[in-house]
Every structure is written in C-alpha cells, then in structure tokens.
C-alpha cells in the first residue's frame, strides 16, 4: 500500500505542494527573488525619470499646495471656522516662505521628489512582482483566496498617501509653519526640510494603511488571530495613538482626527481575521 493510501484526505492535501516550489533550490529561490527586485527597482527608476523632468510641476502644484489658502483641505477648515465661529480653526491661511540655503539643495530637492515619485508611481507594479514571487507556493485554494491582492494592497496605499497629503500635510504646515517661539524670530523654511517632511508624511501614511493587508496575511499564516487582536485591541489602540501623534502635529485635535482611520483599520483587520477563521473551521468541518 502506498503512503498515500494510509494517510487522511486532508493529509493528502498536504502533500501536495506547488510544482515551482518543489522543483526550486533555496538558491534558485534567491535568484527569483533577485530578478523580482530588480524589475520592482527599474520600474521605480522610470517612475523617477518622468518625475524628475516633471519636477517643477510637482513641486510648485502639488507639494507646495497644501501650505497655500486656496487648497481644498485649507477652504474647507476656513468654512468650519466660519460657521463655529471659531477662527483658530482655519489653517494656513498665512502661507509662509520656503528658501533654499544650500548649494546643492534645490538639486538634491529635484532628486528625492525623482525618488518618492518614482515609488509612488511604481507601487501597483512593485505589489505585482511580490505577488508573482509568493504565488507559486501558494496551494490553488490559497490562491483563490488572496485573487485581488496586488489591487486591495495598492487601493490601501494610495489611500493612505491622499489621507497624509490632504489631511496630515495641510495640519503640519500649519501648525509648524505658524508656530513662533518669539516675534523676533521669523520662519523662512528651509526646502529641503520642507519636502522631507511632506515626503515622509505621505509614504509613510501610505504604508500605515497597509495594516488590513499585514494583518490578513499574519492570519492566514496563523502567526496571529482575531482572538488574539481583540485581547490586546487597548494596547494596540493605544499604539496607533502614539503613532498618530508621531505624523501629526503635538496637538490633540490632529492626533485624534488621524488615529480615527487608523482605529478602522485595525478592526477592519479584526475582520478579516475573523473571516480566515471562519472559513479554516469550515474547510476543516468538509474534511472531517
């Protein structure tokens, strides 16, 4: 009798890993991985091409938008203000200057705008490749499973870098660019400071909002479960509190508007974690 003729379906099952995954060495397995990243990384540098020749565009109507009056964010707050009747909350509606005091800066500015760009640009692509590299390990049904994967993952960052940009950009220009220490001292931003704050707000939201996706794969793996996130779900609030208050100016209004989205996810990731394990339980209950 054969070995699988002694073992369970579910046991079977088991056996029957990928093809890819099978016939590959742990160095051919580097190989592929390596091919993978470079591919990623040239298409982060034709993102960085076109937007590098497009710089000027991209600074002066997008990056340096959220510290003007007119951008939507800054009207908006200027129109809450109005009907409360509370001027301290409109933002920005004193834009201030931004200077360069480098030899190099505006050309190192042209650079790391090329850069987060590029990757900004490339991110649907960079998923793309991560997912082309992980699939073949994937059993069929785990594959069906994550079918949408590269589009929810970059849905998510996308929607994290335009929650950055037009809400955590506009609150920290305001509250950086007006915040006086003395009358005598005035703010004349420098460039580089400038767009690296802007820049890391916005990849780094992006990133942030990928928690749905990290926690959905934690849970399939079994690393984690929903058990588990709704045990520490106060610790973990208040982790995502502390992160708030590390992107957003050291105001409460800021941290509590950011932390809102970023409590969402957390339980849309509870969700999902919830959802894994009903249908393991259900898969387990047709083999059984």
Known sequence: ???????????????????????????????????????????????????????????????????????????????????????????????????????????????????????????????????????????????????GAVFYSTLLFMLGVFFGYFLIVPLSTHFFGSYRVSAEVPNLINLNSYISAVTTVMLGSGIVFELPIIIYFLSKVGLISSGFLMTYRKHAYVLLLLLAAIITPPDVFSMLLVSGPLVLLYELGVFLSKRIEKKRGNEELLEA
């Open 1 to 147: 009798m054969s070995i699988k003729g002694i073992l369970t379906g579910k046991e079977q099952k088991k056996l029957k890993a990928p093809k890819n995954n099978e016939e590959m060495s742990f160095l051919e397995h580097l190989e592929e991985l390596r091919w993978h990243l470079v591919r990623a990384s040239a298409a982060i540098v034709i993102g960085a091409v076109l937007c590098f020749i497009k710089a000027e565009f991209i600074l002066d109507q997008i990056l340096f938008a959220p510290k003007n009056p007119a951008f939507i964010t800054n009207r908006a707050f200027a129109w809450v203000a109005v009907q409360f009747n509370s001027p301290d909350l409109a933002i920005n509606n004193l834009p201030f200057n931004v200077i360069n005091t480098e030899m190099a800066g505006q050309f190192t500015t042209n650079l790391t705008i090329a850069m987060v760009g590029g990757i900004i640009l490339a991110i649907p692509y960079i998923f793309w490749e991560f997912w082309r590299f992980i699939k073949p390990a994937l059993y069929e049904k785990e594959r069906k499973h994550a079918t």
